[in-house]
């Protein structure tokens, strides 16, 4: 039994593996690194193969979250029958996503505040423009936090 998760932002440097390496480090911790899978990749291809942003990098390293390995890649056209469930970091990604994929994606497509509809926002703000990296990193932990028992709770689902 296992899942696969994929968080797509636009260029994948910023938001989506901030979300990729909490998401990995709070599984790990689970002990369910070896049945969830966790990748990212971006809507563009600006920074293909480009390590994640410094402030990315600089918010991960204060609280011990590992990146190792992490390179910019693209949303590929056959990432809806490779994942269960792709959670875009913005409404424009997840048109972008739903666009991309075809034919019509077997993987679940969510946006990934709709796990925390109490925010009462519809997008993880991105900090490649506003620069405020702990705003994008308070809300990826508590999403995160979210999408775990989300996730555990679909592989109690599955024969």
Request: aromatic share 8%; with cysteine.
């Amino acid at each position: 039994m296992s899942y696969s998760v994929l968080f797509v932002c636009l260029g994948n440097i910023c938001r989506s593996p901030m979300a990729e390496a909490v998401f990995r480090d709070r599984i790990r911790r689970e002990g369910l690194d070896g049945v969830v899978r966790v990748a990212s990749a971006g809507t563009g291809d600006w920074h293909l193969g480009h390590p994640p942003h410094e402030g990315t990098r600089g918010v991960l390293d204060a609280r011990g979250i590992s990146y190792a390995g992490m390179k910019a890649k693209q949303l590929a056209a056959d990432d809806g029958s490779r994942y269960d469930l792709i959670v875009a970091m913005d409404s424009r990604n997840e048109r972008d996503i739903r666009a991309a994929l075809h034919p019509k994606p077997q993987a679940e497509i969510i946006r990934f505040l709709s796990l925390v509809p109490e925010k009462g926002m519809a997008d993880v703000p991105d900090p490649y423009y506003t620069g405020n990296f702990e705003e994008t990193y308070t809300l990826v932990s508590e999403g995160c936090e979210r999408l775990l028992a989300y996730v555990k709770e679909k592989l109690g689902n599955r024969p």
